[in-house]
């Protein structure tokens, strides 16, 4: 059974001061939550937040029963019962008969195998050892696309690449030497090659346009080496050498777009060298580590939370270590208009701010592209993330 105690306990694991989530900013806002009954739970806010229903959504704040401790072996409230765990192998878990949904869940088991290999995926699928896989390689894509076995779900989300600089560090701390980069980068020869068109320019900050809180005013940043090498002259430069680090973990064609970086940044005067990092160890020994990394970012549920979790001077993963006074400000503001349209104002400013000031790069908005055998029915894409935002088990079935 779940109750209000449970979902207390729950979010409690992310508040206070000695909490070691990496979510705990996203909640910094709840002064307490109180189960004011079985089935009802009371959660009061230092201050306003209309979207705290969308926080309460991110994937972090998943529900354990009250006194829970054990992560070995979770128990949640979903449509599977887990059965077995390898980390970075495989999961099994079997069909929960006490589900509350009649409507999902049907299959009776489902395995969850890690194949890093996008070859061996594809072959798997093809083979059909497996049933679904995710991350189909831009290139492989159309030929998949092809073949009769299978089936692509193509999903024009929110997730997009960034390149992001550490504001405390030199030159990133110059705006003119940020700005000499973000028109340094060919963005449409990025989206066309390496993505094979599965994806759309970005413009330098996280909102797509498929969400109502983008602001279509920002005029669009082209690739330009003459206005590059303009700003690089206003920093007092004639000639800028960087290094740029990339991995296939951070995105697949990370270094293939640090190469294409350096490629058109010739012309502007700037040399970009490419340091290809391992996989293992990225996110915890260069991301947020190195001056310059490459990064991606599934995107969030509205723009507030992507703003708070990326862009505050707070923010957990700050990965620009940008701070920007007045951009709090807004921001904390913003929280306090119950008009949608008033939000919606303050919204596009801060889009404008991280355009024009964020030490970060977002060449590109990216589309997940998952498939499928012909036989797996019910998979249909979810704008909020790949694999049916990580829901295909429980929405799917099969037909012989």
């Known amino acids: ?53 969308y926080v309460l959504s991110d994937l972090h704040f998943a529900m354990v029963p009250a006194g829970f401790a054990d ?12 059965t077995a765990f390898q980390p970075g192998v495989r999961a099994t878990a079997s069909r929960n008969e006490a589900y509350w949904r009649s409507d999902r869940g049907h299959v009776d088991t489902v395995e969850t195998v890690v194949i890093n290999d996008m070859t061996a995926r594809v072959s798997a699928l093809q083979g059909g050892s497996v049933h679904i896989i995710n991350g189909v390689d831009y290139k492989i894509a159309p030929l998949l696309k092809k073949d009769p076995r299978a089936y692509l779900v193509v999903t024009e989300g929110k997730q997009h690449f960034s390149l992001p600089m550490d ?20 963005r449409k020869q990025m989206v066309d090659l390496l993505m094979a068109g599965y994806g759309r320019v970005g413009n330098d900050h996280p909102i797509a346009a498929s969400d109502p809180n983008f602001n279509p005013n920002i005029e669009q940043r082209a690739y330009d080496p003459d206005k590059a090498r303009f700003h690089l002259k206003k920093a007092g430069k004639s000639e800028l050498t960087l290094e740029l680090h990339a991995a296939p973990v951070a995105f697949e064609q990370a270094v293939s777009t640090a190469e294409l970086f350096a490629q058109s940044a010739k012309p502007a005067g700037i040399t970009v060298g490419v340091k290809r990092e391992p996989d293992d160890g990225y ?83 990216a589309s997940w592209v998952d498939a499928a055998r012909a036989e797996v029915k019910g998979f249909t894409p979810n704008p909020n993330f790949l694999l049916s935002d990580h829901r295909v088990a429980e929405r799917v079935w099969l037909e012989a």
């Not at 207390?8 to 189960?35: C, M, N, P, Q």
């Not at 992560?71 to 887990?82: E, H, Q």
């Not at 405390?168 to 003119?176: A, L, Q, R, S, V």
């Open 1 to 53: 059974a779940f109750d209000a105690e449970d979902v207390k306990y729950s979010l409690g694991l992310h508040l206070g001061e000695k909490t070691k989530s990496k979510a705990k900013g996203l909640v910094a806002d709840i002064a307490d939550v109180r189960a004011a009954s079985p089935r009802q739970v009371e959660i009061l806010l230092k201050s306003p937040n209309p979207d705290m229903d």
């Open 71 to 82: 992560w070995a072996k979770p128990v949640g409230t979903g449509p599977f019962k887990l």
């Open 167 to 186: 504001a405390t560090k030199e030159p990133f701390n110059n705006p003119d030497i940020v700005l000499a980069l973000k028109h340094a980068l060919d």
């Open 283 to 365: 996110w915890a020994e260069v991301w947020m580590k190195k001056p310059w990394v490459a990064s991606f970012w599934a995107g969030r549920p509205s723009a507030s939370m992507m703003f708070s979790s990326v862009y505050a001077s707070g923010a957990p993963w700050n990965e620009t270590h940008w701070k920007n006074e007045d951009f709090d400000r807004k921001l904390a503001e913003s929280r306090s208009f119950a008009d949608p349209a008033k939000r919606r104002e303050v919204y596009f400013e801060l889009q404008q701010t991280i355009h024009d000031t964020c030490p970060t790069i977002i060449p590109a908005f």
